[in-house]
Every structure is written in C-alpha cells, then in structure tokens.
C-alpha cells in the first residue's frame, strides 16, 4: 500500500466516525462499558492474587531444633536445609528470640514467668521456592536428625493453597469469559454500523474499488472507536484506583497485604485495555464485512 493511499484511508476513518455520529456513539459506549467491566475485574482479581501471593509467601517451615544439639550439629543440620532444592532461605531463630516474641504474643501476662528456665526450642525458619511444595519440605526434613519437630501449619497451609488456587483459576475463567462477551458485543455492534453502510459498500465496489481498498477505511475506522472506547474507562479505572489505593493503602498499613501499586500496574492495565479495544475494533470491522465482501 502506498503512503498517500495510507493516509487516505486513515482520513476516511475520521470521516466515517463523523459522519455515522450515532451509531459510531453507539459502538464506543459499547467498548467503554465493557472495558471498563473487564478492566474493573482485572484489577480486582489482579489484588486477590496479590493478597494470595503475600499470604503463601508468609507460609514457611518451623524446624525445631533438638535441645540436646550443639552449635557444631545445628551447623551442621542449617548445611543440610541449604542443600534441599526445594529450600530457598534459611533463617536461625534462637531460644531468647523465641521467647521475646511469645512475650510480645502474650504482653504483661507472661512476665508471671519471669524467671523460670526457658523451655522454647532454637529454630531454623525454611522458606521453600514454592507454597504448594511446602508440606513435602517438611515431611523430608521430619526425617533429618536432631530434629524435635517440624510446623508448616498443617492441614490449615493445605487449605489455603487451595483456596488460593482457586481464586486464581476461578478469576481467570471469568476475565476469559467477559472478554469473550466484549469481543461478541462490540462485534455486533460495530457490525450495525457497517449493515447501515451496506449501499455505500455496493457503490464502491461498482466502481471497480478492490476489497483492500474498501476494507482499510473499516478497519481503521472499528480500530478508532475501539481506542476512544478504552481510553474513557482507562481514565475512570486510573482516577478510581488512584483514590482506592491512598485510601486502603492506609489501613493495610504494618500488616502482609498490600495493594499493587500504580505505578506500573495502572500503566500495564491501561495499555492492555487500548490494546483490547484496538484489536476488537479492527477483528469486529474484519468479521463484519465478510458477508459484503466475499471475494
């Protein structure tokens, strides 16, 4: 294609939207209604999977040492918990640390203890490269010895690495299925304006004009509206999570969960949602003028 016949049909893009003003409203109330549900969801469940995400990453494997062990055999148990593959980090926890976090657990009721021998166990804490592997890490590490016992959290850790797998599959289904709903509505309705074009597409090809030649102008035209479709929620879901995030980024404060941040998430959702709108114009324009043009 030639640049001058490029530019051309880009003009005769402009002057379609302009000139079909009602329905070109029409077809980008569609995309924006339905971007902006599609880009609502995704920044909901985007957060869920975060909120997952934080929640696995704080299960991790209590490796209570035996107290009959020396410094020379705990040194020789942590090389042990380093050489698993599927450790990734390896913290000591020691006795009086222990202690201090039961005090801080249980406040000025424990000091009725004060005094007394204490009775915790030095601890390795085991972060493993995946949640999900988490209770395997410690069935092997149960065997190892001087090993008094062995905590992940149990049948309760279970539970929630499937609930979050859950969340994350069940997300994932449901943005799939809106997506596909939007492709088939602003489909459709793109396809109600060039049905009301039909004659104007008859004519051209009367007059000898290639099927390219009548589809570019469509094309750029569909791939218009689904761009000024997405960039009106882009706005919308930009001010809305801006405002959201200042206010609940405040309450999470000093807890695990946190929201992702703006920046670079909104950007990546905001691109992904212009991308959407574009790609579902241009294919809604292509789908549409088969049955004009079959040749």
């Known amino acids: 294609m030639k640049i001058r016949t490029f530019w051309r049909h880009i003009k005769e893009g402009f002057k379609s939207i302009g000139r079909n003003g009602w329905m070109s409203f029409a077809a980008v109330s569609a995309v924006s209604i339905t971007l902006l549900l599609v880009g609502s969801l995704i920044g909901i469940v ?6 997952a995400t934080d929640i696995e990453n704080d299960v991790s494997v209590r490796v209570y040492i035996d ?26 926890s020691s006795r009086e640390s222990e202690l201090d976090n039961v005090k801080g657990s249980y406040g ?8 007394d021998r204490n009775p915790l166990h030095d601890v390795f804490i085991v972060d493993t490269t995946s949640p999900e592997i988490t209770a395997e890490v410690a069935q092997e590490i149960e065997g190892m010895d001087y090993v008094s016992d062995v905590n992940y959290g149990g049948a309760d850790a279970d539970k929630l690495f499937q609930m979050t797998s859950t969340i994350r599959n069940v997300g994932g289904i449901i943005i799939g299925a809106l997506l596909f709903t939007a492709v088939f509505l602003i489909s459709n309705t793109i396809r109600i304006t060039i049905f009301s074009r039909s004659t104007e597409i008859e004519i051209m090809k009367l ?16 791939a218009l509206i689904g761009f000024v479709g997405a960039v009106i ?20 404060s000093g807890t695990t969960f946190a929201l992702l941040p703006p920046d670079p998430f909104m950007y990546q959702l905001l ?25």
């Open 233 to 252: 929620p882009s706005v919308v879901l930009w001010f809305l999570y801006d405002t959201i995030f200042g206010t609940v980024s405040g309450f999470l």
């Open 207 to 222: 007059v000898g004009a290639t099927n390219w030649f009548i589809r570019w102008p469509f094309l750029i035209e569909g």
């Open 67 to 92: 107290l009959a062990a020396t410094d020379e055999i705990q040194d020789d148990l942590a090389d042990q918990l380093v050489a698993l593959d599927s450790v990734e980090d390896v913290t000591f």
């Open 271 to 295: 691109l992904g949602l212009m991308a959407i709108g574009v790609t579902i114009g241009a294919v809604g324009s292509a789908f549409s003028m088969r049955r004009f043009l079959t040749a």
């Open 46 to 51: 985007s957060n869920i999977n975060n909120f």
């Open 108 to 115: 000025d009721t424990f000091d009725l203890f004060e005094g």
